[in-house]
């Protein structure tokens, strides 16, 4: 389910960042990164902090994860709910309390908190998967951000359902050189894609994406793309465009 198909700066109540829901028989909730707008998109979808039980984090800009302060404290004051396991890579891990959730969550009344006060965090080595309900999610690091230092880390997830080979790029450039095996590997692929009149160099855009062989496309749902009017992606040969709230069955 995605709880949103938007970009980071998607505005509106009609679409929402691109965070997303895997759902089992069993009701039991993986969400795929938690950014700012998750409040809205889980009450937009009839959920709340309440089906927060597990999150994994793909990188940390805002539309992955601005949401956590909001789940770290409804979920720490709730008594209904039990810590929320976090799965991510080592190298994000590494950051993400120090970096962005320390300066809201650091100070509580008459303590002091770390990230293990809110979470039970699941720390993945380097080529590494982590397992959840039986499912097994090996993380492909993507090139979105190059300083010119060094790149962002940043991690899309390979995995199957159902017999079905799924890519999920979260947010990446158009890397086939590094990550081609997995867009050939796969049954389906949900990729960002970048609509913008004004492109950025850190995200696959619809242009790029319209150059790769048909039979890659011919497998490609888009999400992760700005407001306005979209191209025909049916007509150009993708599954296309996800829709804020579209629900995929395996």
Not at 6 to 33: R, Y
Not at 121 to 146: A, C, M, S, T
Not at 161 to 178: E, R, Y
Not at 217 to 237: I, S
Request: glycine share 8%; hydrophobic share 40%.
């Amino acid at each position: 389910m995605f709880l949103g198909s938007g970009s980071a700066f998607t505005v509106g109540a009609d679409n929402f960042q691109s965070n997303m829901l895997i759902v089992t028989e069993q009701n039991h909730k993986l969400l795929i990164d938690c950014g700012t707008d998750i409040r809205f998109s889980l009450h937009k979808a009839g959920l709340s902090h309440l089906d927060v039980t597990d999150i994994y984090i793909s990188h940390l800009h805002s539309d992955h994860v601005g949401g956590l302060e909001y789940i770290a404290f409804s979920t720490l004051f709730d008594p209904k709910c039990k810590k929320p396991h976090l799965y991510l890579s080592k190298d994000v891990a590494n950051d993400l309390w120090n970096r962005t959730l320390s300066g809201g969550l650091m100070s509580l009344d008459g303590d002091i908190a770390s990230l293990e006060t809110f979470f039970e965090p699941h720390k993945i080595d380097h080529q590494g998967y982590f397992v959840w309900e039986g499912i097994h999610f090996k993380l492909v690091k993507v090139i979105h951000v190059n300083n010119g230092y060094f790149i962002m880390p940043s991690y899309g997830l390979f995995f199957t359902l159902a017999g079905v080979k799924i890519f999920l790029s979260t947010d990446t450039q158009l890397c086939i050189p590094q990550n081609g095996e997995f867009y050939e590997q796969a049954d389906i692929i949900f990729h960002d894609c970048e609509t913008s009149l004004y492109q950025t160099p850190v995200h696959a855009n619809y242009e790029q994406l319209s150059t790769l062989p048909e039979k890659i496309r011919t497998k490609m749902w888009l999400y992760g793309y700005q407001p306005g009017n979209l191209p025909d992606a049916k007509k150009d040969g993708f599954c296309g465009f996800v829709k804020c709230g579209q629900v995929f069955e395996f």
